[in-house]
Every structure is written in structure tokens, then in C-alpha cells.
């Protein structure tokens, strides 16, 4: 079909088995829109040749004038009979008495010609704008060329454009049928066409075959034979033909709609790749230079370039709006030096800018004067842009979305180019529009994303580099792909009896939800921690709470308990990717072979924990799969360059995490979260820890104070003997006075503090309580809590455990 010229058909292939058993050929179509006062507002060429009234004859008369059906034609009538009284559906359509498509076949008595039998649809239009119906027409006869009774079979109808191959460029012919007109009313009627059915030639009950455009290679040639006839006509000085004088318009004015519709397709196609502000912004700015523009710069609202929410209402004179992109044909750095990316500034309200961003429409300036360059000029400190700007036409076009300017962009053609007119404006703000919604999905995503990274990050702990006989080193890498904010996470835990406890999880899944469970479980372990549960115990508790919270809640997690005075480590597996142990000895690396268990959250699976001797200097590594996994290799590569990279040598424990790092990125493919953790196993040495079993007699207090204050002297800590003294004494007498039959322990323990431990057999754990002038009791952990840097209580097998802390002093 050629728009507004003639308008031809290829009925392609069915929709039943795929083959071509519907009609073939090129086959003149007609295209007539009726306006809302039913008069004819447009009449193509190939109306013209099918009903026998010239363009100028039929703009402005009624329809029902120009359509002068006679009938309809029924299945099973020949095509000799007569009909008598207008065709119902048809005459319906025309008093805008249907408010859905109707098609049909209508015997027509056209001027100088034998009565026509015509296939026709009718579409009515909805929305602003003065079109109320679409009606589209062809000769029934041509579609066999000529042959009747094949014609005969055949009767037009509708269907959805996806139920035929090639169903995208379908939608795309059909602006080719339409008249001229701006880009948002086609791409409206377009829409409409397509929800309300696609036209289609019913050859059987099971064959249809849509009606579509097809150029072919002869269009081409037509249209150049076409151009050549009128260039001879005219250098003749003869009158155009008819035919000519009506293709000429109409073939040059649908052209350029035409273009604009390829535009705006080309364009769509390549902004909105990526969820990615930055390169979102990008791909806007480089689709429209240099076909369409040749300077492009785009401001967004600060706001907007942070990641941020902001109020709602019209921008004003002191909104800051960033300069984000800025694409140009011109030579290299001429507008980079004069106006940088990465600038922000508001602007005043005589501006066609702040027009602009206040209206939320288009602003054509046709041409800018020396004076609208010199206020443009006076918003730049100290830099003239007015020869960049002066006597070039210019475009601001909004970015909207959901009624709310994002910013916008300044468009710029050469003195040379043609003024940006008033289709330039409406193909400018359609080509904005869809920018807009791309810019403000890619601005909630990056608003989403940095709100998951914003609980991830307060979630994840500020681990001390230093434990009781351990000295620890993390990463944490985002992931690389959507959705990149994960659940991985690792902690430390401080243990009763100088222990630490270490930790490292995975969360299955992406995304905010699974930051949340993240942070529910990491604190559910620091509490169970806190309670000195035993690995294997804390994983099966960790289990059933992930059960508690949901079906969903799944993830795996690794749990190892140091004792630097006892010179092991204790280890339960939920699920997750084995430690690597580091000999110090030797240098020697090895994957732990640890019963896996199940991830927390299944369920119903029991935990084993597993004891591993270790001496003073290992290093033990973990870390989530994230790191060590790549799609489409054996993790079993993965793991091995783990084990390889964490026994290389290092200056520091920072150093040896970034080793192991880049080792495993150096394969490339990552795509998930890292979570890593490094402890380096420095034991505590016998000489810094002294035990002693004290009776149960009350007069064990004064001895408890008498050791003590030895040993604390003897370790060179005689600032610290008078507070050591009192605290050992307060802890060893409610010891002394609770326990029942087993030996009170007192432990010293000399590391980054000085640890004080006291264990008897009575299980019933001791609170801080206000104790009051008349009160016997409650005074001595009042003491211990005001005196010590730290203390608390843990049970043990045999009962439980009360333990303090005092500062070593400064050296």
C-alpha cells in the first residue's frame, strides 16, 4: 500500500497449516476516513479508482453520498442477484452507530463502471481528534484476477495480528495505510486498529489471510517512473494529469511521516537495554546524532542522577538540573571544554529552557538571535557560549514520566540544517516520551537497588580486625548482573572463654527480599551465638526459624567456633561450599571435608559438627559460591583456584583476600555476590593463661584474690591488680555460694584483654539487678558491670559461666 497513492495488498501466508492457499497478488485497496460530522476528511487513490470520484470531488461530502451500497452479499447468493436497501453494518458504521469493527461485502454501482463487488472493514476511531471511522475497501473481483467463483469463497473479517507469522512487521506496515497525519494520532490509530483486530480475508473456515502492505521491488521504480512524468509535464509547461497531481502530495508528505515512524522505531530500539541510569542516559543521547539532531545534551534533575525520591510538583528557578550527556557532530572538545558533564545548575525563568520543564512541553526556538543567545550565555560563569548557540535552531523536549518531568533535552541543528519545525516538535516529544519512561524505569531500578544496598551494607558487620588469638579480613563484592544486591553475608562472633565464632551465609536468590532475610538470619545467628550453642545446634535452631518465617526462606551457611587456648576448630555445614584450610607449617592448602547437611530451611535434616586440629599461624578461608562458581564450568575449577590462590603468600591479611580476589576474576563470568572471609589462627600461648580449682568454702575468695593479684604482677599488669582483685573476688563468692558439689574454676587468660572466667555447677544463669539500701544481695554484678570494660554469662555442660573484661593498658 502506498500512502495516500495507490494502495496495494499482498495477502500473505495462512494462519491454519502455514501454506499459501488464500488469495496472491497485488490488489488496490481503498482507505476513506469519515470525520465526526460523517463527511469525508480523507480519500485515498485507490478510492478513487474503485468508487470513480476524484480527491477534491469527495473531501467535505458525506459518506454515505460516496458509499452507495446497494447490499450485502450472502454465502450462499450468486453474484447476479440484486439486493435492494443499504448494506445494515456498514450504514451502522457510517451514523457511528457501532462502537466495534465490522467488515462485510457490498455489491457497489460505481460512475462508468459495472456494478463492483467490494470487501470492506470499517474501524471506528476513539479519542480526541476529529476522525470517527476508518473504512477500508477492496475489489473482490481482482483477487483471483478475475476468476469469480474462487472470488466468491472469499469474505474479509478480523483477527489478532500475533495469530500470523512476522506479526511485528505487520504492526509496523499499518501506518502505511494511513493518511497524513501527526505521529502520536498514527501511532494511536494504529494501537486501536491492532486491539480491535487485524483485517484478514476468510478464503475458508480454517485459512485466513491478513491484508498486508507490501512495497516489493517495484515501488521504487513506480515511484521514481512517477516523479520522472511530472518533471517531464512540467518542463513542458502542460497540466499535470489527475493521477499524478493527487500521488505527488500525498507520496511526499507520507514519506516523511513515514521516516518519522522509522525514526521513532529505530530509536525505541535502542534506548532501554540496560537497567542502568548511566547507560540508559547514554543510548538516549547517541540515538538522535546525528540523524536527527546535531548537538544533544541532557539534563536530569539532581535527584533523579542520586538515586533519590523527590517532591512532587512543577520545577521552579531553584531546582538544580545536572548536565548528564552531551552528544555533537562538531569537532572534538569544542563543547566539552565549555560545558562539562557532570555540571549543575538551575535556570532562570525567562529561559525557553525553564519553559520547558515548567510546562512539560516542547519549545521550538526556530533560530536563536544574538539576544536569546546573550541571557542563554549569562547562566555560564565566565564561558561564551554564545558561538555555540547563536543562529542554530533549537528543540527542548521534556522527559516525563507519570506527569512528572525528569529533565529534558536541549537539541541543536547547524545554521545549514533545516529549522526544527512543527513536525520536528511532535516527532521530538513522542521521541522524549518513550526516553522518559525508559529514564524513569532505569531511575526506580537504580532507587530500588540502592535502597536493597543501603540495608545490605548496614547489615553486613564492622568486624574488628582483631579477635582473642585470631586476626580476621573481609570482602564483600556486589554481584554484576540485575538484581546484583544478594543475601551472601559474614560475621564475627566474640565467644565466652576468649573463643570467636565465624561466620559465612548465603541467601538463595537476588534482590531486596532476600537482603531482608540476610539480616534476619545473620542476627539470629550473632544471638544464638551469644548463647554459646554448639555449631551443630546452632545450624538445626537456624533451621527451624527459617522455617518459622516462610516456605521461601532458604540459604546455606557455614559455622566454625575458634579456641585459640584449646588449638582447634569446631565446624557445622548447612549446604555450603566447603573452608579451605591453609597450613602454616608447610604452606600446604586443603578443601575441609565437612558432612555437607542441607541448606537451612529445608528441614527435617540433622547438622554434624566436626572438630579440626590447627596450630598458630593457619589461615582458614571462607567464602560463598559467588566467588568460586561460573556458568558453565565444574565448580570443582573454581575450588582449586581457591585452594591455590589463598596459599600464596602475602604481606598482609588484606593483601592475601585480594590475592584470592583476583585470581578467581581472572576467569572471568562472575555474576553473583562474594562474601569472604580470612582468619589468620594465632593460638594463645600457655604462658598467657592460668587456671586454678578453688573449694567451696567462702574463705576461697580471699585465696581466688591472693592468686590473682600473683599472677596479674607477674605479667607485668600491676596497674590492673586492685580491679582484677574486686572482680575476682565479687564472681568467686557468688560461685562459692551457689554452686553445689563440683570444684569453682577460676581462669586468667592474658590477649588483647585481660579475661577473668569463674565456672561452677549451678545452671541457673545470674542478672544484673538494682539492689537497694537495705538489700543483702544484688550488689556484686552491679560491681563487675561498673568496673569491667565487658562481661557476661554463658551455660556450660556442667553449669554455667561468668566472665569480665579489663583493658590492658597502653603501652
Known amino acids: ?341 557532570g555540571e549543575a545548575m538551575p535556570f532562570p525563568a525567562d529561559t525557553p529552557f525553564f519553559q520547558c520543564m515548567s510546562t512539560g512541553e516542547p519549545v521550538v526556538v526556530p533560530r536563536v538571535t544574538e539576544e536569546m543567545g546573550h541571557a542563554i550565555a549569562a547562566q555560564f560563569d565566565k564561558r561564551d557560549i554564545r558561538p555555540l548557540i547563536t543562529h542554530r535552531s533549537l528543540l527542548i523536549v521534556p522527559l516525563k514520566a507519570r506527569n512528572v518531568v525528569l529533565g529534558f533535552m536541549a537539541l541543536m541543528r547547524h545554521p545549514e540544517r533545516p529549522e526544527f519545525n512543527d513536525m520536528d516538535r511532535v516527532t521530538g516529544a513522542e521521541l522524549a516520551a518513550r526516553a522518559g519512561l525508559v529514564l524513569d524505569n532505569a531511575r526506580m531500578y537504580t532507587y530500588q537497588e540502592n535502597v536493597a544496598e543501603t540495608l545490605q551494607d548496614s547489615m553486613l558487620p564492622r568486624i574488628p580486625a582483631r579477635r582473642a588469638g585470631c586476626d580476621i579480613a573481609t570482602r564483600y563484592l556486589p554481584g ?82 575458634y579456641d585459640p587456648i584449646a588449638g582447634d576448630l569446631r565446624l557445622a555445614n548447612a549446604g555450603h561450599i566447603p573452608p579451605v584450610l591453609v597450613r602454616a607449617e608447610d604452606g600446604r592448602s586443603e578443601l575441609l571435608d565437612l558432612p555437607t547437611g542441607a541448606p537451612v530451611g529445608v528441614g527435617g535434616v540433622p547438622f554434624e559438627a566436626v572438630r579440626v586440629p590447627v596450630r598458630p599461624g593457619d589461615r582458614l578461608v571462607m567464602c560463598t559460591d559467588g566467588l568460586v562458581e561460573v556458568r558453565g564450568e565444574d565448580i570443582g575449577v573454581g575450588l582449586a583456584t581457591l585452594c591455590a590462590s589463598a596459599a600464596h603468600p602475602a604481606a598482609s591479611m588484606d593483601d592475601a583476600c585480594d590475592t584470592i580476589i583476583r585470581a578467581l576474576a581472572a576467569r572471568g563470568g562472575r555474576k553473583d555476590d562474594v562474601a569472604l572471609l580470612m582468619a589468620r589462627l594465632n593460638g594463645i600461648a600457655p604462658g598467657d593463661v592460668a587456671e586454678w580449682h578453688l573449694g567451696l568454702s567462702p574463705a576461697e575468695a580471699g585465696r581466688a584474690r591472693a592468686l590473682v593479684s600473683e599472677q596479674v604482677r607477674a605479667w607485668g599488669l600491676d596497674t590492673l591488680a586492685p580491679s582484677a582483685e574486686l572482680l575476682v573476688s565479687e564472681l568467686v563468692t557468688n560461685a562459692v555460694r551457689h554452686s553445689h558439689s563440683r570444684p569453682v574454676a577460676l581462669r586468667l587468660v592474658r590477649g ?49 559461666s561468668v566472665w569480665c573484661e579489663l583493658a590492658l593498658p597502653r603501652r
Open 1 to 341: 500500500m502506498n500512502r495516500g497513492t495507490d494502495r496495494d495488498v499482498l495477502p500473505s501466508r495462512g494462519a491454519g497449516d502455514g501454506t499459501a492457499t488464500g488469495p496472491a497478488g497485488r490488489i488496490p485497496l481503498a482507505v476513506v476516513v469519515v470525520d465526526r460530522q460523517g463527511l469525508i476528511s480523507h480519500w485515498s487513490s485507490g478510492a478513487r479508482r474503485l468508487f470513480g470520484v476524484a480527491r477534491q470531488e469527495a473531501i467535505g461530502r458525506p459518506a454515505v453520498d460516496l458509499l452507495p451500497v446497494t447490499g450485502m452479499l450472502p454465502e450462499d447468493t450468486g453474484p447476479e442477484a440484486a439486493y435492494d436497501g443499504p448494506g445494515p453494518d456498514l450504514e451502522a458504521s457510517l451514523d457511528a452507530g457501532l462502537s466495534y469493527p465490522a467488515a462485510g461485502r457490498a455489491r457497489l454501482a460505481a460512475a462508468g463502471r459495472d456494478r463492483v463487488d467490494v470487501l470492506w472493514w470499517a474501524y471506528p476511531l476513539l479519542g480526541p481528534g476529529p476522525k470517527r471511522l476508518l473504512v477500508l475497501a477492496a475489489d473482490a473481483h481482482a483477487l483471483h484476477g478475475g476468476q469469480e467463483p474462487a472470488a466468491e469463497r472469499i469474505t474479509p473479517g478480523f483477527a489478532p495480528h500475533t495469530d500470523f507469522p512476522g506479526a511485528d512487521a505487520l504492526a509496523r506496515a499499518l501506518p502505511e495505510i494511513l493518511p497524513h497525519m501527526s505521529v502520536g494520532e498514527s501511532t494511536g490509530i494504529v494501537t486501536q486498529v491492532l486491539e480491535l483486530g487485524y483485517p484478514v480475508l476468510e478464503c475458508s473456515r480454517h485459512d485466513r489471510v491478513p491484508v498486508t502492505p507490501d512495497w516489493g521491488v517495484p515501488r521504487r521504480a513506480e515511484r521514481q517512473a512517477r516523479r520522472d512524468r511530472i518533471a517531464r509535464a512540467r518542463a513542458a509547461g502542460e497540466p499535470l494529469p489527475e493521477e499524478l497531481g493527487d500521488d505527488e502530495g500525498e507520496d511526499l508528505e507520507h514519506a516523511a511521516v513515514r521516516e518519522r515512524l522509522e525514526f521513532l522505531n529505530e530509536v525505541s530500539s535502542k534506548i532501554g537495554t540496560s537497567l542502568d541510569l548511566a547507560q540508559t542516559i547514554t543510548e538516549v543521547s547517541r540515538a538522535v546524532v546525528p540523524r536527527f539532531t546535531d548537538v544533544a545534551c541532557t539534563y536530569l534533575r539532581e535527584q533523579v542522577v542520586a538515586g533519590e525520591e523527590f517532591r512532587d510538583g512543577v520545577p521552579d528557578t531553584t531546582t538544580l538540573w545536572h548536565r548528564v550527556a552531551l552528544e555533537h557532530t562538531d569537532e572534538p572538545g569544542r563543547w566539552e571544554d565549555v560545558v562539562p558533564v
Open 752 to 800: 588483647d584483654t585481660l579475661l577473668c572466667e569463674v565456672e561452677d555447677d549451678e545452671h541457673e544463669l545470674p542478672t544484673l539487678r538494682s539492689a537497694g539500701p537495705a538489700d543483702e544481695a544484688g550488689r556484686g554484678l552491679l560491681v563487675v558491670s561498673t568496673l569491667a570494660q565487658a562481661w557476661g554469662t554463658s551455660r556450660t555442660k556442667a553449669g554455667k
Open 480 to 561: 554484576t548482573r540485575r538484581g546484583r544486591v544478594g543475601g551472601d553475608w559474614f560475621d564475627s562472633v566474640k565467644l565466652p572463654g576468649a573463643r570467636t565464632a565465624l561466620v559465612v551465609g548465603d541467601v538463595m536468590g537476588h534482590g531486596l527480599n532476600s537482603a531482608a532475610m540476610m539480616g534476619q538470619l545473620r542476627t539470629a545467628v550473632q544471638t544464638m551465638a551469644a548463647l554459646d550453642l554448639p555449631p551443630a545446634q546452632l545450624l538445626r535452631t537456624l533451621d527451624d526459624l527459617a522455617q518459622r518465617l516462610g516456605d521461601t526462606y532458604l540459604a546455606t551457611c557455614l559455622y566454625a567456633v
